[in-house]
């Protein structure tokens, strides 16, 4: 079975995932890339400010296979908006 590395971007402060996992196939990569992201922003609980994140699915053989990219944000609306 293949190995997928998955390179993390957290607004600009990039790591290279050294170690990679084995996964079946690159469609077992392209799902397991979102549980990805949303355990690296768990990890890092945003203080307010957006936050962009980026994780590369790269392939040892083939290069970069898939990009997926996640925002968050946080904004004030309604009566919350007009406290602030």
């Not at 890339?33 to 053989?61: I, Y």
Request: proline share 7%; charged share 25%; glycine share 8%.
């Amino acid at each position: 079975m293949p190995r997928y590395f998955f390179d993390i971007d957290i607004c600009g402060n990039a790591a290279r995932d050294p170690e990679g996992v084995v996964l079946e196939n690159d469609e077992a990569a392209r799902l397991a890339v979102t549980g990805v992201l949303h355990d690296v922003a768990l990890a890092t609980l945003p203080d307010g400010k957006p936050q962009l994140f980026v994780a590369t699915v790269r392939s040892p053989e083939r290069g970069p296979l898939f990009r997926t990219t996640m925002r968050l944000e946080t904004e004030r609306v309604g009566a919350a908006a007009l406290i602030a």
